[in-house]
């Protein structure tokens, strides 16, 4: 590779690579958290998340572009627990679901969730999470994907919960995944 090359490539970086593009750390309770405005100049986004919720509804749920119509969504779940594994699905859902985060008082849960072709408005835009907790010995594991029914571009991700709220610490980051 030329001295050129290697300064285009640590200047504007390779097919595939990532690039943050907004993170949210709570200094308090919140009930969402929301990234907006998010370009079309990426072939995928990732969402990572750690994160707590004080009440027993720990699933999280995503909404794209501020769309809450029943038709436009729906998942499939895996989870297991260590003592059990159980499935699940969801059509005409207002939501997807992700990973679910922890409900445990200093136990926080992760999430990684991929939102493919999220800028393609030729198909519609599908995603595959993975995510958990460990509570000292029990916990769960989610592998999920799910799909959202329509064609426009995601510019906007909004992150709630079943109920409550997402605990203070609890940290949210968007990346994007370089296209060619």
Known sequence: MSILGIIASSKFGDVGDFESIATVSLSSSAATVEFTSILGTYKHLQLRYIARNATAAYFVRLQFNSNTTASNYSYHILNGTGAAVTVGAGANEGYN??????????????????????????????????????????????????????????????????????????????YGIRSA
Not at 119 to 128: V, Y
Not at 141 to 164: N, R
């Open 97 to 174: 679901y992700a990973p679910r985060q922890s409900t445990a008082t200093s136990t926080f849960g992760v999430g990684v969730v991929d939102i493919l072709d999220y800028a393609d408005t030729n198909k519609n835009t599908t995603i595959r999470g993975l995510g958990g907790y460990d509570n000292n010995g029990s916990g769960d594991l989610d592998f999920l994907s799910g799909a959202f029914y329509q064609t426009a571009a995601i510019t906007s991700i909004q992150i709630s919960v079943a109920g409550g709220s997402y605990q203070q610490y609890s940290h949210f980051a968007l």
